[in-house]
Nanobody
């Protein structure tokens, strides 16, 4: 069993910053690909940023240059630093961890509300 516990998030004005954290625990052998997704009301969940076990990063075009994903391997924790926030960034943000295999197993955090006011 894998647990992902998120923290951070909240309410911020446009142009402000927030940092999300996600700590992974449980039956995890080695480093895994992790990422952040978000889901706004009435929309599908979308990938925001991901970081591979080797440290390679990938970002949605809408957040490039504003968001930074990083990880602390010793703590099995992934972070999402969000700067220059916009009202359209308002969503529930979910941490994700992938266990490779056939099929790939996805684990999700509980979700954290991020609200950006204009």
């Amino acid at each position: 069993q894998v647990q992902l516990v998120e923290s951070g998030g909240g309410l911020v004005q446009a142009g402000g910053s927030l940092r999300l954290s996600c700590a992974a625990s449980g039956r995890i052998s080695g480093l895994k690909d992790m990422g952040w997704y978000r889901q706004a009301p009435g929309k599908q969940r979308e990938l925001v940023a991901s970081i591979s076990s080797g440290g390679s990063t990938n970002y949605a075009d809408s957040v490039k240059g504003r968001f930074t994903i990083s990880r602390d391997n010793a703590k099995n924790t992934v972070y999402l630093q969000m700067n220059s926030l916009k009202p359209e960034d308002t969503a529930v943000y979910y941490c994700n961890l992938k266990i490779p295999g056939w099929p790939v197993r996805d684990y999700w955090g509980q979700g954290n509300q991020v609200t950006v006011s204009s």
